[in-house]
């Protein structure tokens, strides 16, 4: 079967680092995709990984590495507003997105 | 706002009611989709449509039933639903399906089965 791992929830404080792992097990691969999703609201993208390696983009940063069918997504200076639910999701060979159940991600003063 | 609208916000429907989502999206594109949302599950995708021809239906009971009449909206009409089926409701499109695009979500339906 295809399934993506990812942690249910995770705790920061604000101001610090966090990182949100994804393992993933796929009938092939075309890429990754990060996604944030608010509370209420619709899942918002925020990276795309397809070669290994570190994408940075801003205060958001995105590693993949396909041999080790694992990812990560790391969250600088963390903000109040970062709290949300990011859900990983992987592209298989069918063009399908597979989803994580995402990880909740609460940041404390 | 993404572009992507989906009417209605919530709806509470009974068993036996027939009751209709709409999603509009004013991007252009030409792949559309909805999904399942449940609380700790991940999104579950139900229906594809890629340049107006369905491409996928993962297993979906028939008691949903999609209908695109064109390339910008997107409908998914319900009837004789179960309590199981309450969910939120998401549409997404993107310029083609596959292709590594990016998909872009509409608010999403809270529904309700009582």
């Known amino acids: 079967g295809q399934n993506i791992d990812q942690p249910t929830e995770m705790t920061a404080t604000e101001g610090a680092i966090v990182q949100i792992n994804c393992t993933y097990q796929?009938?092939?691969?075309?890429?990754l995709f990060w996604y944030q999703q608010h509370a209420g609201e619709a899942p918002t993208f925020l990276s795309y990984?397809?070669l290994d390696g570190l994408e940075e983009k801003g205060r958001f940063s995105s590693f993949l590495s396909r041999s080790k069918g694992y990812s990560y997504l790391l969250l600088k200076e963390l903000q109040m507003k970062d709290s949300a639910s990011y859900l990983c999701a992987v592209e298989n060979s069918n063009y399908q997105l597979i989803w994580g159940a995402g990880t909740k991600l609460i940041i404390k003063p | 706002e993404t572009g992507v609208t989906q009417t209605p916000r919530h709806l509470v429907m009974g068993m036996t009611n027939k009751k209709s989502l709409k999603c509009e999206q004013h991007l252009g594109h030409n792949a559309m989709y909805w999904y399942k949302q449940s609380a700790k599950k991940p999104l579950e995708l139900m229906f594809v449509y890629n340049f107006k021809e369905q491409t996928e239906n993962n297993s979906v009971p028939s008691r949903f039933s999609p209908e695109c009449p064109n390339s910008s909206h997107l409908f998914l009409h319900l009837h004789t639903l179960q309590p199981e089926d309450s969910a939120l409701y998401l549409c997404a499109s993107s310029p083609e399906m596959g292709g590594s695009y990016e998909q872009y979500f509409g608010p999403g339906t809270r529904l309700t089965v009582t």
């Open positions: 990984n397809v």
């Open positions: 796929t009938s092939g691969f075309n890429g």
